[in-house]
Structures are given as structure tokens and as C-alpha cells.
């Protein structure tokens, strides 16, 4: 009896473990990211805190507009634990986002490891974000001040319908948030996806696949 409750707990606390994981809970004060070391960890090795200098958990540059003169009319600088080493093992990372006037597109994309939370600070932004199986898609017009969270894993994007330009910035809740951008996922892999699959997938002919996959091979 003793050995069944006790096991019943021990697979108790490990479900719970699973069910509120995210990234790892820092187990020192900090652990500053030695983006140097060869070593392959679950996140980064930590620099010696001797060695640490108050550099390590500094950033300048969220004040600097992007380059918004691509297709997309976007542009997204993420600051993470490769570009501020202090963020290592603290679980969260921050980004700015710029958008051309009139259809800058931060397009649909996933976060695998964050959730993310969107103040706008200039501008008008259409956004939304679609919920696994069977789809449904919450969606809002934010302006200046205005907040919004799209939860991990789930496909989001960020469109400017207004006539200036439009910054944002962003919270993630891991300071390796990952990014999955769908249409460059889907039809921009290397290797490719059979054409097969994604006619079949998509419900359309192989010649617009090819046309597609030609858009997005790099």
C-alpha cells in the first residue's frame, strides 16, 4: 500500500511538473549566457560570475527604427540571450516591431516556447491570433497603448491599416521564443515538401504549388 501511494505521487508531481513547465527556473541569481563556449546545453553555458560585468545585462538599440522596405513592409529586432547574455536562463525575452504605413505585415507565425504579450506605441494595428482545432479566430484593431497576448504556440500576426508607421513592442516568455513562419514553413523548406502533399493539403494544383514554392525558396 505504501509503495502504490507512493508512487502515485511521485507520477503525480511529475505531471504537474510537465503541465507548468516552460523555460527553466533559474537555480543562482543569474547566469549570464557565454555565447563563446562550443558547449551544447539546454540553453547556454554560464559565463564565471567573476567574469560577469554589468554589460552583461545591458542593450541599446530599441529605440532605432527598423527597415520596413521589404516585401513584407516589416521588420521584428528580437533581443534575446545572444544579444543581451544576462536574459540567459530568466525565461523571457522582449522585440521591437516596425510596420510601413498601409500593409506592413509581421505575417502568420508561431512562438513553439513563448507566449507573447503587444504594446503598441505608434500607430494602428490589425492583429489576431487562430486557436488549434476547429479554428477559431479572435482578432482586434489596436492603437497607440494598447495591449494584447497571443498564447504560446498559437498562429498569430500583426498587420498595419493605418497611414503612418507603426511600432510594437513585444514580451515573449522565453529567451529562445523560436519562430515558425508558416507560408516560408510550408512552401520555403529545404527540402521541399512534395508538391503532392501540399496540392493535396492545400487543395490546389501543382503548377500554383511550384509557382508558390518559387516564391519562397531561398
Same mark, same amino acid.
Given at each position: 500500500?505504501?509503495?502504490?501511494?507512493?508512487?502515485?505521487?511521485?507520477?503525480? &508531481?511529475?505531471?504537474?511538473? /510537465? &503541465?507548468? @513547465?516552460?523555460?527553466?527556473?533559474?537555480?543562482?541569481?543569474?547566469?549570464?549566457?557565454?555565447?563563446?563556449? /562550443?558547449?551544447?546545453?539546454?540553453?547556454?553555458?554560464?559565463?564565471?560570475?567573476?567574469?560577469?560585468?554589468?554589460?552583461?545585462?545591458?542593450?541599446?538599440?530599441?529605440?532605432?527604427?527598423? +527597415?520596413?522596405?521589404?516585401?513584407?513592409?516589416?521588420?521584428?529586432?528580437? =533581443?534575446? &540571450?545572444? !544579444?543581451?547574455?544576462?536574459?540567459?536562463?530568466?525565461?523571457?525575452?522582449? #522585440? $521591437?516591431?516596425?510596420?510601413?504605413?498601409?500593409?506592413?505585415? +509581421?505575417?502568420?507565425?508561431?512562438?513553439? $516556447?513563448?507566449?507573447?504579450?503587444?504594446? =503598441?506605441?505608434?500607430?494602428?494595428?490589425?492583429?489576431?491570433?487562430?486557436?488549434?482545432?476547429?479554428?477559431?479566430?479572435?482578432?482586434?484593431?489596436?492603437?497607440?497603448?494598447?495591449?494584447?497576448?497571443?498564447? /504560446?504556440?498559437?498562429?498569430?500576426?500583426?498587420?498595419?491599416?493605418?497611414?503612418?508607421? @507603426?511600432?510594437?513592442? &513585444?514580451?515573449?516568455?522565453?529567451?529562445?521564443?523560436?519562430?515558425?513562419?508558416?507560408?516560408? #514553413?510550408?512552401?520555403?523548406?529545404?527540402?521541399?515538401?512534395?508538391?503532392?502533399?501540399?496540392? !493535396?493539403?492545400?487543395?490546389?494544383?501543382?503548377?500554383? =504549388?511550384?509557382?508558390?514554392?518559387? /516564391?519562397?525558396?531561398?
Amino acid at each position: 500500500m505504501a509503495y502504490n501511494t507512493w508512487f502515485l505521487l511521485t507520477l503525480l &508531481a511529475f505531471v504537474l511538473s /510537465q &503541465a507548468i @513547465a516552460s523555460d527553466p527556473s533559474p537555480l543562482q541569481d543569474f547566469c549570464v549566457a557565454d555565447n563563446t563556449s /562550443q558547449v551544447i546545453v539546454n540553453g547556454v553555458v554560464c559565463k564565471n560570475p567573476n567574469d560577469v560585468k554589468p554589460e552583461d545585462f545591458f542593450f541599446s538599440g530599441l529605440d532605432k527604427a527598423g +527597415n520596413t522596405s521589404g516585401k513584407l513592409g516589416s521588420s521584428v529586432n528580437l =533581443v534575446n &540571450a545572444q !544579444k543581451l547574455a544576462g536574459l540567459n536562463t530568466l525565461g523571457i525575452s522582449i #522585440a $521591437r516591431l516596425d510596420f510601413a504605413p498601409y500593409g506592413g505585415l +509581421n505575417p502568420p507565425h508561431i512562438h513553439p $516556447r513563448a507566449t507573447e504579450v503587444l504594446t =503598441v506605441l505608434e500607430g494602428t494595428l490589425y492583429v489576431g491570433f487562430v486557436t488549434s482545432n476547429p479554428n477559431k479566430l479572435f482578432s482586434k484593431v489596436l492603437n497607440k497603448g494598447d495591449v494584447y497576448v497571443f498564447p /504560446q504556440g498559437l498562429l498569430h500576426f500583426q498587420f498595419n491599416i493605418g497611414p503612418v508607421p @507603426a511600432v510594437a513592442i &513585444a514580451g515573449l516568455s522565453s529567451q529562445n521564443p523560436g519562430v515558425i513562419t508558416v507560408a516560408n #514553413a510550408v512552401f520555403g523548406s529545404n527540402p521541399s515538401i512534395s508538391d503532392d502533399v501540399l496540392a !493535396k493539403a492545400f487543395m490546389l494544383d501543382k503548377k500554383t =504549388v511550384d509557382w508558390l514554392q518559387a /516564391q519562397f525558396s531561398n
